[in-house]
């Protein structure tokens, strides 16, 4: 069996505390699973972008993301904030 294990990775961006996002929570399998269904419950948006999650897996648990990301990693937070807009809720809510 060949099959590719599922990763999540997860991040979060305080703007007057840090200058970049950070990464809050990696993993594979039950774990990824386990990320996913916690934003879920949090409704929090997901982005599935399976090229993006390689590169952020490879980063630690409160790693900030290289300036290298910044770009692609700010069109994920546009999708975010594009997503709350659209249901009405914010993060957390």
Do not use: C, W
């Amino acid at each position: 069996m060949n099959e590719k294990r599922k990763k999540a990775v997860a991040l979060s961006y305080e703007k007057n505390v840090a200058d970049a996002p950070k990464v809050t929570a990696s993993g594979k399998g039950v774990l990824a699973e386990e990320i996913l269904d916690r934003a879920r419950e949090h409704h929090i948006p997901i982005l599935e972008d399976p090229s993006l999650v390689e590169v952020l897996a490879e980063l630690k648990v409160n790693e900030t993301i290289p300036e290298e990301l910044f770009q692609v990693v700010s069109e994920v937070f546009a999708f975010i904030y594009h997503a709350d807009k659209q249901t009405g809720e914010g993060i957390g809510k």
